[in-house]
T-cell receptor, first 110, second 115 residues
Framework: QQQVKQSPQSLIVQKGGISIINCAYE??????FPWYQQFPGKGPALLIA?????SEKKEGRFTISFNKSAKQFSLHIMDSQPGDSATYFC?????????FGAGTILRVKS | GAVVSQHPSWVICKSGTSVKIECRSL??????MFWYRQFPKQSLMLMAT?????????EQGVEKDKFLINHASLTLSTLTVTSAHPEDSSFYIC???????????FGDGTRLSIL
């Protein structure tokens, strides 16, 4: 049973465009929502994270939007660059366990 | 900050051998470390959670006698894959966390190939 549902599975965006990845969850015990970026052959790296009492968090070109009532959150990558091409995972924390979404393979075309 | 080092990064060995993977937190004390397995084009699957000085807690379906985890100090955890077989070939990734619901920091993974 997938506790965190992520879409789309893959995404192609033109350089300079906006990349949007969506996630939804059911477990209301989740209290922390990080996003990870993973390049091939590497471990995931923490990109940005948000707590459920905040509706939006922005760090540089990366923004998380959080809708607690809908139990949805999304990652927006502004001015997407070829170097952003990677796999992105949304996640949620329950206690100390991290539950990952299925991942989105992002390709930014130059 | 929050660097996790994993060694080796890639190992190839014969079926039936045992392989040890080390996970070190270099600049923080990880009270809890996690071990994940990731198959190609899939998400990370949690294998076990280990707290320093105590026995690891394994996820359902993960054989504790096959995947031995030791967390002897606040900066080192090891995963030993015993009597490895080709189906154990995967990307193994560890992470560490200081406490509570803080973000996990991941190592760069170990590519394990069993021939």
């Amino acid at each position: 049973q997938q506790q965190v549902k992520q879409s789309p599975q893959s995404l192609i965006v033109q350089k300079g465009g906006i990349s949007i990845i969506n996630c939804a969850y059911e477990n209301t015990a989740f209290d922390y929502f990080p996003w990870y970026q993973q390049f091939p052959g590497k471990g995931p790296a923490l990109l940005i994270a948000i707590r459920p009492d905040v509706s939006e968090k922005k760090e540089g070109r990366f923004t998380i939007s959080f809708n607690k009532s809908a139990k949805q959150f999304s990652l927006h990558i502004m001015d997407s660059q070829p170097g952003d091409s990677a796999t992105y995972f949304c996640a949620a924390i329950d206690g100390n366990k991290l539950v990952f979404g299925a991942g989105t393979i992002l390709r930014v075309k130059s | 900050g929050a660097v996790v080092s994993q060694h080796p990064s890639w190992v190839i060995c014969k079926s039936g051998t045992s392989v040890k993977i080390e996970c070190r937190s270099l600049d923080f004390q990880a009270t809890t470390m996690f071990w994940y397995r990731q198959f190609p084009k899939q998400s990370l699957m949690l294998m076990a959670t280990s707290n320093e000085g105590s026995k690891a807690t394994y996820e359902q379906g993960v054989e504790k006698d096959k995947f031995l985890i030791n967390h002897a100090s606040l900066t080192l955890s090891t995963l030993t894959v015993t009597s490895a077989h080709p189906e154990d070939s995967s990307f193994y990734i560890c992470s560490g966390v200081v406490s509570g619901n803080q973000p996990q920091h991941f190592g760069d993974g170990t590519r394990l190939s069993i021939l």
